[in-house]
């Protein structure tokens, strides 16, 4: 039984299916499966139930997962130690960023990153918050850009910035005249992203509204991106509001973007794990971003 021996197990266990699991591997499927075989024979136990379609793992296979997933943690930090020996200014950062967020600060991140630090790169992850956590327990990432605190005692967050919200009308909307809106104001016909979406909570917060519920018309539509709800705000079925750093690329919709008189608002965090090895790299990543947003966004 090898390291790669493991990396099959895990990859086994997160697709449940061979030819999946190859393939992210980057093996062929009789290769996979031939070493799994091996593995349970050196054990001596049953560690797959195999189907035509499907894998799952037996009560042991699970067990043994679990420190198979220890050991290549193990061997991540080993490699990570001695890449940060040689260079922590040199190598990727496996970054998760939430969707919201992602095309409206990346872009202004990603470039001036390489030109101050030529060695440093990013492995980006677009997912939703609690994804991108569970990412971060399991060392399949480095750090993540969150809007909401993770709640995660094994995980050390430091605030980067804050970013104002605007409200987004139809041009014709009644309140479009005005030069702020009151979030309380759209609280009836508020549209939000699907659930799973830090920012669907906090507009429904801000503008109160149905004691923090989607409700009637706005209700029944799940809008999976800023760029589809900002469609649906232009077509006239509600209002909702979007991140400051969003604003330059929505606003050349059929919209009104106006300020909140309320001064809504989220916190950017960039979340690590406390044992990362390269705390130098993270800490120019910082000074990237904050640099990258200082004229849109408060610097904390």
Not at 179 to 196: K, Q, S, T
Not at 268 to 295: C, D, F, N, W
Request: hydrophobic share 40%.
């Amino acid at each position: 039984m090898n390291i790669r021996d493991l990396i099959y197990l895990d990859a086994l266990a997160e697709h449940r299916h061979f030819g999946r699991a190859a393939e992210a591997c980057e093996v062929s499927q009789p290769t996979l499966s031939s070493q799994i075989r091996k593995m349970e024979e050196e054990l001596g136990v049953k560690l797959l139930e195999r189907t035509n379609k499907r894998v799952e793992m037996t009560p042991v296979g699970l067990r043994i997962l679990g420190h198979a997933r220890s050991a290549l943690h193990c061997v991540d930090s080993i490699r990570e130690q001695a890449r940060a020996a040689r260079d922590p200014l040199v190598g990727p950062i496996r970054l998760g960023v939430i969707p919201t967020l992602a095309p409206y600060l990346m872009p202004h991140v990603l470039k001036p990153l390489r030109e101050a630090y030529p060695g440093l790169t990013i492995d980006l992850w677009e997912d939703q918050t609690q994804a991108l956590i569970e990412s971060l327990r399991n060392h399949k990432l480095d750090a993540a850009l969150l809007a909401t605190k993770s709640g995660a005692p094994e995980i050390t967050e430091i605030s980067l910035f804050v970013e104002p919200l605007f409200a987004a009308l139809p041009n014709m909307h009644r309140l479009a005249k005005r030069n702020r809106i009151h979030e309380e104001d759209l609280a009836d016909e508020l549209l939000v992203l699907a659930e799973g979406h830090c920012l669907a909570n906090q507009a429904l917060t801000a503008c109160g509204s149905k004691h923090g519920r989607r409700s009637g018309l706005q209700g029944s539509m799940q809008a999976a991106t800023l760029d589809t709800l900002v469609n649906l705000v232009a077509a006239g079925y509600g209002a909702t509001l979007i991140p400051s750093l969003a604003v330059d690329s929505l606003k050349r919709r059929d919209i009104a973007v106006r300020q909140l008189a309320g001064h809504s608002s989220r916190t950017i965090r960039l979340a690590s794990r406390p044992g990362y090895p390269r705390p130098q790299a993270l800490r120019a990543l910082e000074k990237v971003i904050r640099k990258a947003v200082g004229t849109k966004c408060q610097i904390t």
